[in-house]
Nanobody
Framework: QVQLVESGGGLVQAGGSLRLSCTAS????????MAWFRQAPGTEREFLAR???????YYADSVKGRFTISRDGAKNTATLQMNNLTPEDTAIYYC????????????????WGQGTQVTVSS
């Protein structure tokens, strides 16, 4: 079984930055795609960014230019650097992984972390 564990969430003021990390553990698997999603209260889970094993990245328009996704294949980790945060970025942030090269669809991801809270104060 594969487990994803996120860390790095917390409280930050508007305009600040946070760095989220996701570590995969468990049975050996090829995380062809790692991604980040978020979910604010009363809203649907929202795609933010994904990175393929070869390093190709894709971002949602809402975070493009502010968030950067990266990964370390040897360590099975993915990070999300978030800059210029606004109160609208307040949500639970989830790491996800897929054994296939995939995109933005929630259903395409096999594995999910438990989430980490990010709160941005005005």
């Amino acid at each position: 079984q594969v487990q994803l564990v996120e860390s790095g969430g917390g409280l930050v003021q508007a305009g600040g930055s946070l760095r989220l990390s996701c570590t995969a553990s468990g049975r050996t698997f090829s995380s062809a795609t790692m991604a980040w999603f978020r979910q604010a209260p009363g809203t649907e889970r929202e795609f933010l960014a994904r990175i393929w094993s070869g390093g190709h990245t894709y971002y949602a328009d809402s975070v493009k230019g502010r968030f950067t996704i990266s990964r370390d294949g040897a360590k099975n980790t993915a990070t999300l650097q978030m800059n210029n945060l606004t109160p609208e970025d307040t949500a639970i942030y989830y790491c996800a992984a897929s054994s296939r090269l995939t995109g933005t669809s929630i259903g395409a991801y096999n594995y999910w972390g438990q989430g980490t809270q990010v709160t941005v104060s005005s």
